[in-house]
Every structure is written in structure tokens, then in C-alpha cells.
């Protein structure tokens, strides 16, 4: 093989982390992407300019703007004067986008992340951040490169392309690739075509088309690969090329992440930002194979759900804590393959080489689940719980109701899970009686882990609500923030897009990020949980006679200290999971405790009076926890004056609240 520079060796290759990507952890896809390609006999080293960049403007400055709004698009704009020095100007872009940001707006005016950013400092790290392109483009070594190849997903995409510009005007035999998720089908069609200076674009699983895209390219070949577009692609942008997938997940290397600690070694003031290491088990999602949530556009075109066996997937995870000395992981699945549950969670168990593991799951586990997965190390849960709200679920297609996902919160909160959610608000559908029944629900479960607030819908390119928009009666435009971003006519900018806004059928417009009015009662209501959680007690033990002694610290107790009497005890046991009357019928008469419904549903009617039980329909849940000793909270101790402590917090909230 020979180089594209006409020398006689392998064609070397460079892979370039751009900013804003994540600090927190090694980027697994460019990861494996070197394992594959020096496994196809090709030298591949990994720039990590995330943590290069962080160092400049400071790690703190850095993970702030990394953790921006993605709708608001402010990493990009960091580096959209980098870029093109068209684009309109910083002040343009808080005047005219960053108005519809109210509660983003704080990044610019006050102290976020501990990195004071405000408009003088983005001035400040926008002119470092052209600097910074110049010197890395720069750099000599940089030349000997055959290939260069960039990450490109959400706010890496600007960075990506300046420095890749001033890296081809250097040194025009390098042929210069962007993949990731800002390449995916038609956006990567049109990246060839806007910006010139790339040579390739890559949809679909790079760590399959990569080495084949190598190899055509080391013979002379024309490059011809699924999924893999050049400027002189004649199909339509909206013709939609299936790119290459991997289907065997086991033939995959282990990623590479030696080039990840060698870039914090030389940035030692930044470790502490790291977080864990990332391992997949999967890819697609298979709840979205039958039903698409109308939101999400994580999988582009490669929805199809696809696992490691067991075996590897618990050797891969022995293999990088041993290699790497980091017990703290972090599963990048979708979903966790169910098959799992029995197979992978009872063998780590037994071997738990790792001290924390974080998974994204569906909110319907059962008890029985979420008790393997904690026994098995897994500290944190991503359920995609999304709202409190049935009727918003349904309109989201998330297969689930409100009070499973309650029921999801009281028993990891029981067993010790940490359970990382948001609310999602803005959704085409809902009305203001949602946020009611949200809002009423929410002050029953203050001593259940909060949301980490509320999130307007964004439409993500590839949803539903994108691919069909007239079916949910909206009309879909491009985030606002893209025109401060690109020197380009809007077609372009339509085609680049991954975010966009949306207009409902009856004129409303959905331009602005903050949760509509309705909803400003069940904000209020979310702060005040967020403030009161762990330090309010909505919880029972067993008595020696077998009856139910509940604490109760919540504002809306009916009593702090209460003991259910027998047939209390018994009916509210079972429904100690979402249940129906009839079921609890069915269950005390095998247990040799029979009532008859209308008794039950008596019982139940108190304790919903009481606040003890939540009805949704014909369902119900007790809502306290028992006593295990099991906590995801440090500071959960010690008691509150409830009625206080709630009132001066509400207050607080209501002023700050707009």
C-alpha cells in the first residue's frame, strides 16, 4: 500500500475529537473506529482537541458550554466566526436567538457549572477558539496524516469544519472525513456539497465502513460504500441510502482509549472532570423497532436493535476497567436489552469488576428487575420516564403511564437507584389539564426522586414528529439559532439541521424553549420537590404484629405518624405495585384473607383520601416506600418542619419563577 503523498507505506490516519464534545469520557465511537482501522493494518492516532480546548478557556468555562441548551446551538456558535466570518455577530445572535432562552439565558449573565460565563467571556472564548483552529491547523505533523477524519455530533460540528478548512488549505493531499451523528443521511449529502473542503461524509456505523473506505482508498479504488457520500454523489437528498450497520456486535475490538488518559495527563488540572468509561452492549433501540417515541431521532437510520452476547459483553467490561484502572462505567446503550435481566446481571454480580455502572432502561421494570440490577452494581437508571402525564405519554408513544412511572420511582428509591429523568412539556397534543393532574401528583411524591426539570420538545431530525409532521398538525422549521451559526441560504441550513422548532395547525408557535404558561404551576412544583427531596420522609415499616406504621413528613400528610389496622395493612401491601381492585381481591383470597371489591375499594378510597395511594382510573399504587436502609442520597437524614420548610421554599420558587 502507498499513501496518498506517494509514499511507500500504509496510509496513516487521524482521528480528531472535536469541540464541544464530551470531557467526561473517552468518545467510544472514534475509540472503536481505531481499533478497527489498526486492526485493517492502518497506523491511527486520536487528537483529543476537547480536552486540548478545555485547557484554553478553562475546564470549567469548557463542561458549561459543552452542557448549553442543544436547540440554542451555543457550542456551535463558539465556533461559527471560526468558520465563516459572515456569519451575523455575537450580539445578533443574543438579541435575536437567546431571548426565546429564558432559562438558558443564565449562561450569559450569571454562574453556570462554576465557569461565570457571560457575554464577555463568549466574546473572550470566541476569538480563542479562532486562534486555536489556526494553531492546531498549524502544526507540521499534521501533514504526514494521509486521512483525518472528525467526530461530528451535536455541538462539535462548527469546531470540526474550521479546523478541517485551515487543515486542507495546508495540506491539500489529506483527505479530510466528518462522521457522527451531524452526517447521518441527508445532512451528510449536504456537507459535502456546502463545504467543500470535506472530502467524505459517513452515515450509518463508521467502525464497519471506515476500513473498507481505507482499503478502496489505499488501492487507487473509487470509494463506493453505503452510507459513505463525496460532492460527486448524484442522488437526491431526499433518497434515502441504507449505510452500513454492523449486525454482529461480537466481532467487534475492544475500543482503544489509551489516547484519551495520555490527553488528560498532559491536562492534569482537568481530571477531575472525568467521569467514567464507556461501554456498549448495543445498538438501535428495540422499543423504537415497534413503537417510534415521536421525539426521539437517536438512531437515524440504524433503529434495528442489535446485542453483544453475554459472554463478551462481560469480558469487554473485565477487560477496560483492568486496562484502564476506572471502575466507574457507562453503558451508551439506548435500551437495555431485556435478554440481560437473566443472562448478563446475574454474571456480574457474581464477578462485579466495576464499583458503578449507569444504563438507560425502559420505566416499566419490575421490582424484581431493579433489585438485580442494583445487586448487580448498576447505580444509575435512565428510564425515560418524560412525563407524569398519561395522556402526554400516550401522545409520545412512550408504552407506559404516569403511574408506572411512579411506581418505577418509589421502588428505586426503596432499593437505592439513582434515577436520572427529565419532563418533557411543549408536546404537540397536550392541553393545560395535563399539567393539572401533573401538578396534583407531583405533591404527593416529594419523597421520590425529582426530575432534573422540564425540557421543551425539541423535534429531532429522523423522529416521527420530523418525518410526518402533518400527522401530529405541525409545521417544522429549523432551530432559530442555525442562521446565526452558517453563512448559508436556508435550503442548505434546512438540510444541515438536526433540531428544529415547530408550529401548531391552530397557529401557536413553538419557537421559544421555555414550558408554555399552563405549566408554570407544575415548574413551581418541581423546584420545590427538587429542594425538599431527601429531606421529606413518605415511608413504613412493619410493626412486630405485622400492621403498617408509616412516617409521613410531606406537606400533604393527613398525619405524620400513622398505623394501618389489618385490613388496611392488607390491602395497602397489596397494592405495593400498580394493581386493580379485582387483582387485590384475587390476591388477599389466596392468601387466605378474603374481602369482597366493595370492602376493597372502601379501603382504598380512604387511603387515597389519606394521600397514602395514588388512583389513576381503575389502577393503584401505594405511594411510601418501606424502610430498607438503602439510600442514593448522602444527605437524606435527620427530620423537617414540613409545613415551614415547604411554604418559604414555595415563596422562593414563586419569586424567581417568570
Known amino acids: 500500500m502507498t499513501g496518498t503523498n506517494g509514499a511507500s507505506r500504509p496510509l496513516r490516519v487521524l ?50 458550554l459543552e452542557s448549553a441548551a442543544s436547540p440554542l446551538l451555543l457550542p456551535e456558535r463558539i465556533f461559527a466566526s471560526a468558520l465563516s466570518t459572515n456569519v451575523p455577530s ?75 478548512k485551515r487543515i486542507k488549505a495546508r495540506h491539500p493531499h489529506v483527505v479530510i472525513c466528518v462522521g457522527g451523528a451531524n452526517a447521518e443521511g441527508a445532512m451528510g449529502k449536504q456537507l459535502v456539497r456546502s463545504f467543500p473542503f470535506v472530502d467524505y461524509a459517513f452515515s450509518g ?41 454492523r449486525e454482529d456486535m461480537d466481532a467487534l475490538p475492544y475500543p482503544d482509549f489509551t489516547d484519551f488518559f495520555a490527553a488528560y495527563d498532559r491536562a492534569p488540572e482537568g481530571k477531575s472532570f472525568m467521569r467514567a468509561i464507556p461501554i456498549e452492549a448495543s445498538r438501535g433501540c428495540w422499543w423504537g423497532e415497534k413503537h417510534h417515541c415521536t421525539f426521539c ?52 454480580k457474581e464477578r462485579h469488576p466495576h464499583d458503578v455502572l449507569f444504563w438507560e432502561v425502559k420505566s416499566n421494570l419490575d421490582r424484581d428487575d431493579l433489585r438485580a440490577l442494583a445487586e448487580a452494581g448498576v447505580t444509575e437508571i435512565q428510564p425515560g420516564i418524560e412525563s407524569l402525564s398519561s395522556h402526554v405519554l400516550q401522545l409520545i408513544d412512550k408504552g407506559v403511564t404516569a403511574i408506572q412511572n411512579v411506581q418505577l420511582l418509589k421502588w428505586a428509591e426503596e432499593i437505592g437507584i439513582t434515577v436520572v ?40 431530525r429522523f423522529a416521527p414528529y420530523f418525518k410526518w409532521p402533518e400527522r401530529y398538525g405541525i409545521t417544522i422549521h429549523p432551530a432559530l439559532a442555525y442562521r446565526y451559526v452558517y453563512d448559508l441560504p436556508e435550503d442548505e441550513i434546512r438540510n444541515l439541521a438536526f433540531w428544529f422548532y415547530y408550529d401548531c395547525a391552530n397557529g401557536s408557535s413553538r419557537l421559544s424553549m421555555e414550558a408554555p404558561p399552563y405549566a408554570k404551576r407544575a415548574v413551581q412544583l418541581r423546584a420545590i420537590w427538587e429542594s425538599v427531596y431527601g429531606r421529606v420522609r413518605c415511608c413504613y415499616d412493619l410493626t412486630p404484629d405485622g400492621l403498617v406504621a408509616i412516617e409521613d413528613t410531606r406537606p400533604v400528610a393527613a398525619a405524620e405518624h400513622v398505623t394501618l389496622d389489618a385490613t388496611e395493612t392488607a390491602v395497602f401491601l397489596a397494592a405495593d405495585g400498580v394493581t386493580t381492585v379485582e387483582h387485590v381481591a384475587r390476591e388477599l383470597s389466596a392468601d387466605g384473607c378474603p374481602l369482597d371489591v366493595e370492602r376493597i375499594a372502601a379501603v382504598l ?24 436502609g438503602e439510600t442514593n442520597n448522602p444527605q437524606v437524614a435527620g427530620g423537617v418542619n414540613k409545613s415551614y420548610l415547604w411554604r418559604q421554599i414555595e415563596k422562593h420558587v414563586e419569586r424567581r419563577t417568570p
Not at 487528537?47 to 470549567?60: P, R
Not at 476569538?127 to 483525518?148: F, W
Request: proline share 5%; aromatic share 10%.
Open 297 to 348: 431521532g437517536l438512531n437515524g437510520l440504524t433503529m434495528k436493535h442489535r446485542s453483544k452476547s453475554p459472554e463478551r459483553f462481560v469480558a469487554e467490561l473485565e477487560y477496560l476497567v483492568g486496562r484502564y484502572g476506572q471502575k466507574r462505567v457507562m453503558a451508551t446503550d439506548n435500551i437495555l436489552d431485556m435478554k440481560y435481566l437473566r443472562s448478563v446481571i446475574p454474571m456480574l
Open 605 to 628: 378510597a380512604d387511603l387515597e383520601a389519606r394521600k397514602l395511594v395514588h388512583r389513576e382510573g381503575t389502577r393503584w399504587l401505594a405511594l411510601p416506600n418501606r424502610r430498607t
Open 205 to 245: 456505523d463508521g467502525d464497519m465502513a471506515f476500513p473498507i473506505f481505507l482499503r478502496q482508498l489505499a488501492a487507487g479504488r473509487k470509494v463506493d460504500v453505503p452510507g459513505v457520500f463525496s460532492k460527486d454523489d448524484t442522488t437526491g437528498l431526499d433518497q434515502e441510502i441504507a449505510p452500513l450497520t
Open 421 to 460: 429523568w427529565t419532563t418533557l412539556t411543549g408536546v404537540p397534543g397536550e392541553t393545560p389539564e395535563d399539567y393539572v393532574v401533573m401538578a396534583e401528583l407531583m405533591q404527593k411524591i416529594p419523597h421520590l426522586q425529582p426530575s432534573r426539570g422540564f425540557n421543551r420538545v425539541s423535534i429531532d
Open 90 to 164: 455575537l450580539d445578533a445572535y443574543f438579541e435575536g436567538c437567546v431571548r426565546h432562552f429564558k432559562s438558558t439565558a443564565s449562561v450569559f449573565f450569571g454562574d453556570v457549572g462554576g465557569g461565570n460565563l457571560n457575554r464577555d467571556n463568549i466574546r473572550r472564548i470566541e476569538k480563542l477558539a479562532i486562534t486555536y483552529c489556526d494553531e492546531l491547523a498549524a502544526r507540521p505533523e499534521l501533514g504526514q496524516y494521509d486521512v483525518i477524519g472528525f467526530s461530528s455530533s451535536f455541538g462539535q460540528h462548527t469546531a470540526a469544519l474550521a479546523i478541517a
Open 15 to 64: 482521528l480528531v475529537n472535536a469541540p464541544f464534545g464530551l470531557i467526561e469520557y473517552p468518545h467510544l465511537g472514534i475509540s472503536l473506529i481505531k481499533a478497527v482501522t489498526e486492526q485493517a493494518g492502518f497506523p491511527c492516532d486520536i487528537l483529543y482537541a476537547t480536552i486540548e480546548f478545555a485547557k484554553v478557556v478553562g475546564f470549567a468555562h469548557y463542561r458549561a
